[in-house]
């Protein structure tokens, strides 16, 4: 089975513009997991979608969003963005069938905010 | 909110030395994990302890998980270049999904030959 794959895998952009991540789980896989990993603060949860749904949700402000389609594939949106927001955000994803499975992590988009 | 400290948050050692990493908190979790993670890739699944006490062991490496659920450690013995990298614990809180992990800061292991 493939991975899960995230595009793109680096990004630059400039403060007040906009972003859009993208997360293809593992087939199968029907959660979704998104984090924020900064030299700083580490890895923190952003949000957790299954069936389109979100069903867990992070610390952060209304700025980050996303959104999951039916086949799975997630996105992240990042609305005006902020020096703050580099980082490297990872998606997981999971079956979903019990509460402690594996989460298996994709290998980032790394953002910079110029 | 639940928090996790990681000690030391950093450590070079000489290939063959043993070492251990510690991951505390103050807040009990239902089950708690170990990532390892290379530059450029996502943290990938060591090992999910779930018992208080509860030992594992994987090769050379050994985890336990605290008989309160609170803490953890990692042992590596004979440490290997290869055991190079980030090593995060992550803590699943009430109810115990998986779904929203509560990561620890990590502990960047160098390992020279």
């Known amino acids: 089975k493939a991975g899960v794959t995230q595009t793109p895998r680096y990004l630059i952009k400039t403060r007040g513009q906009q972003v859009t991540l993208s997360c293809s789980p593992i087939?199968?896989?029907?959660?979704v997991s998104w984090y924020q990993q900064t030299p700083g603060q580490g890895l923190q949860f952003l949000f957790e979608?299954?069936?389109?749904?979100?069903?867990n949700k992070g610390n952060f402000p209304g700025r980050f969003s996303g959104r999951q389609f039916s086949n799975s594939r997630s996105e992240m949106n990042v609305s005006t963005l902020e020096l703050g927001d580099s980082a490297l955000y990872l998606c997981?994803?999971?079956?979903?069938?019990?509460?402690?499975?594996?989460?298996?992590f994709g290998p980032g988009t790394r953002l910079l905010v110029l | 909110t639940q928090l996790l400290e990681q000690s030391p948050q950093f450590l070079s050692i000489q290939e063959g030395e043993n070492l251990t990493v510690y991951c505390n908190s103050s807040?009990?979790?239902?089950?708690l994990q170990w990532y390892r993670q290379e530059p450029g890739e996502g943290p990938v699944l060591l090992v999910t302890?779930?018992?208080?006490?509860e030992v594992k062991k994987l090769k050379r490496l050994t985890f336990q998980f605290g008989d309160a659920r609170k803490d953890s450690s990692l042992h590596i013995t004979a440490a290997q270049p290869g055991d190079t990298g980030l090593y995060l614990c992550?803590?699943?809180?009430?109810?115990?999904?998986?779904?929203?992990?509560?990561f620890g800061k990590g502990t960047l292991l160098t390992v020279n030959p």
């Open positions: 087939s199968g896989h029907r959660s």
């Open positions: 302890v779930v018992t208080g006490g």
């Open positions: 979608y299954f069936s389109e749904t979100q069903r």
């Open positions: 992550a803590g699943a809180g009430s109810g115990g999904s998986n779904y929203k992990l509560t």
């Open positions: 807040s009990v979790f239902s089950s």
């Open positions: 997981a994803s999971s079956p979903a069938t019990l509460l402690r499975e594996t989460q298996y």
